[in-house]
């Protein structure tokens, strides 16, 4: 049951703050708050897709060192690459992980078609 705390407290009846933020779902776990949403088969899922993406990153990197996309594919790149690393052991969240792990693959697919269209 929640209701208005004009302290900016716990908006739960008789729980702490710690309490509404498990409640909520916000955990300070990539993988715990994966599992909370999507299950273990979505964990792995989710990170077989993370490092499918910083294979592709790494890749596209080494694809592109010799032409003007360079700069663009390490821009790109580099958080996509240390995106698995910081999900797992630093801070992660599958609510806000989600996006940030499909639009920069959307982009490198824009750099890749861009780099043959040249050739």
């Known amino acids: 049951m929640q209701q208005e705390d004009p302290n900016g407290g716990s908006p739960f009846i008789g729980g702490d703050r710690q309490e509404s933020q498990l409640i909520q779902g916000a955990f300070h776990s990539g993988p715990i708050s994966a599992i909370r949403f999507v299950g273990?088969?979505?964990l792995v899922l989710y990170l077989v897709l993370f490092f499918v993406a910083a294979r592709y990153a790494w890749g596209l990197i080494r694809t592109t060192a010799a032409t003007p996309f360079f700069p663009l594919a390490l821009?790109?790149?580099i958080p996509v690459i240390y995106g698995p690393i910081e999900y797992i052991f630093v801070f992660g969240g599958y609510e806000s992980g989600f996006p940030?792990?499909?639009l920069p693959l959307r982009d490198a697919t824009i750099i890749v078609g861009r780099l043959?269209?040249?050739a």
Do not use: H
Request: net charge positive.
């Open 100 to 102: 940030r792990t499909n």
């Open 40 to 42: 273990y088969v979505g």
């Open 75 to 77: 821009y790109i790149g």
């Open 116 to 118: 043959f269209s040249m």
